[in-house]
């Protein structure tokens, strides 16, 4: 099993930055893919930033070029720089783990709540 626990939510004006962080725990690998989905009050969850181990990362075009996802295998973390926040980034913001190179995600954390002001 893994564990996953995000920390660095918060509330911050719009155009402000916010860092998040996941810690994983428990039968982790670093060739799992990892990555930060949202989910905003009313909408789906969606896929906001996927890492892979060989360095390999996906950005969704409502964020490109104002996010950035890092990944510390060593001390198993990932994170999730957010920059020129925007209201509509409002959302709970999840940590998502894949033990393969596609499809589903198999472990999540529990969210951490971004909040962005006008």
């Known amino acids: 099993q893994v564990q996953l626990v995000e920390s660095g939510g918060g509330l911050v004006q719009a155009g402000g930055s916010l860092r998040l962080s996941c810690a994983a725990s428990?039968?982790?690998?670093?060739?799992?893919?990892m990555a930060w989905f949202r989910q905003a009050p009313g909408k789906e969850r969606e896929s906001v930033s996927i890492?892979?181990?060989?360095?390999?990362?996906w950005y969704a075009a409502s964020v490109k070029g104002r996010f950035t996802i890092s990944r510390d295998n060593a001390k198993r973390t990932v994170t999730l720089q957010m920059n020129s926040l925007k209201p509509e980034d409002t959302a709970v913001y999840y940590c998502?783990?894949?033990?393969?190179?596609?499809?589903?995600?198999?472990?999540w954390g529990q969210g951490t709540q971004v909040t962005v002001s006008s």
């Open positions: 998502a783990a894949g033990t393969s190179s596609a499809g589903k995600f198999d472990y």
């Open positions: 890492s892979w181990n060989s360095g390999l990362a």
């Open positions: 428990g039968r982790t690998s670093s060739n799992y893919r």
